[in-house]
T-cell receptor, first 113, second 116 residues
Framework: DGGITQSPKYLFRKEGQNVTLSCEQN?????MYWYRQDPGQGLRLIYY???????QKGDIAEGYSVSREKKESFPLTVTSAQKNPTAFYLC????????????FGEGSRLTVL | AQKITQTQPGMFVQEKEAVTLDCTYD???????LFWYKQPSSGEMIFLIY??????QNATEGRYSLNFQKARKSANLVISASQLGDSAMYFC?????????????FGQGTTLQVKP
């Protein structure tokens, strides 16, 4: 089945450590997105990529980094510079230049101890 | 600036009754799309319904319908015949077509609880 796979689902890390969240899609979508969700809140855009080897900052990119070396993959690194990294992270994809919906993965919940 | 506003943090509805979740939006772009997503406690985002800014008729998908009032910039979601499985958080979102970034802007969400 086509879809978006995020891993790990749950992640615990110590303060000051970098963490990489995986996002893989087999939908053949050009565009991919990373969103952050805090408890009881909406989603805020971290980074997005419309094509391989290209990505842009979203509204809350500070303390995060991404890469897009393959069409299927868009990993997110939460660096030690992110002051409050504990959150729920959602990856999404869409057909480039589409007016249609975004398809989401099941999310990764990061807790920094 | 583009913005989505959902003013109802929480809503209750009796099973089998209809419920309306409010959403207002702000954009100066004439071409945009409006979306509703459902987020159960498990966390995944489930797409429910879409309305394009140029669509003449209100969108419907099964028990979901979107009450689109363009002049008022509102896009309320109506769920008919509520079921216990409808208990979840609901997000309204907008995608502006100019600039071609494709990104969705989300509201704060409304938590819906369906009572048996």
């Amino acid at each position: 089945d086509g879809g978006i796979t995020q891993s790990p689902k749950y992640l615990f890390r110590k303060e000051g450590q970098n963490v990489t969240l995986s996002c893989e899609q087999n939908l053949n979508h050009d565009a991919m997105y990373w969103y952050r969700q805090d408890p009881g809140q909406g989603l805020r855009l971290i980074y997005y990529s419309q094509i391989v080897n290209d990505f842009q900052k979203g509204d809350i990119a500070e303390g995060y980094s991404v890469s897009r070396e393959k069409k299927e993959s868009f990993p997110l690194t939460v660096t030690s510079a992110q002051k409050n990294p504990t959150a729920f992270y959602l990856c999404a994809s869409s057909i480039r230049q589409s007016t249609g919906e975004l398809f989401f993965g099941e999310g990764s919940r990061l807790t920094v101890l | 600036a583009q913005k989505i506003t959902q003013t109802q943090p929480g809503m209750f509805v009796q099973e089998k009754e209809a419920v309306t979740l409010d959403c207002t939006y702000d954009t100066s772009d004439p071409s945009y799309g409006l979306f509703w997503y459902k987020q159960p406690s498990s966390g995944e985002m489930i797409f429910l319904i879409y309305q394009g800014s140029y669509d003449q008729q209100n969108a419907t998908e099964g028990r979901y319908s979107l009450n689109f009032q363009k002049a008022r910039k509102s896009a309320n979601l109506v769920i008919s015949a509520s079921q216990l499985g409808d208990s979840a958080m609901y997000f309204c979102a907008m995608r502006v077509h100019s600039g071609n970034t494709g990104k969705l802007i989300f509201g704060q969400g409304t938590t819906l609880q369906v009572k048996p």
